[in-house]
Nanobody, 126 residues
Framework: QVQLVESGGGLVVAGGSLRLSCAAS??????????MGWFRQAPGKEREFVAA????????LYGDSVKGRFTISRDNANNRVYLQMNSLKPEDTAVYYC?????????????????WGQGTQVTVSS
């Protein structure tokens, strides 16, 4: 069974930075075969696309609200995907989820993902 575990969330003042990490584990050496992504969900709102990266890392995509501030990356040797978040705003406050795409490319909708982590809380104070 594939498991995804997020870490790195916390409380930060507006303008600050956080780096989220997602560790993947499971049968076989398949991490590098799939695209990965980050989504977020604020209370009372739907899960929102944040960023995605293809299996090789050569293709990335970002949600409009985070472009220029967030950077997604991956380390296939260590089965990890990262989200560097800079210039954080109070509206970035949410639970952030790591997901494994059903295919090798970049997925931008929840339906594109097969596995999800439990999430990590990010709170940005003004």
């Amino acid at each position: 069974q594939v498991q995804l575990v997020e870490s790195g969330g916390g409380l930060v003042v507006a303008g600050g930075s956080l780096r989220l990490s997602c560790a993947a584990s499971g049968p076989g050496r398949t991490f590098g075969a799939y695209g990965m992504g980050w989504f977020r969900q604020a209370p009372g709102k739907e899960r929102e696309f944040v960023a995605a990266i293809s299996r090789s890392g050569g293709n990335t995509l970002y949600g409009d609200s985070v472009k220029g501030r967030f950077t997604i990356s991956r380390d296939n040797a260590n089965n990890r995907v990262y989200l560097q978040m800079n210039s954080l705003k109070p509206e970035d406050t949410a639970v952030y989820y790591c997901g494994r795409c059903s295919g090798s490319g970049v997925g931008v909708t929840v339906r594109d993902y097969t596995y999800w982590g439990q999430g990590t809380q990010v709170t940005v104070s003004s």
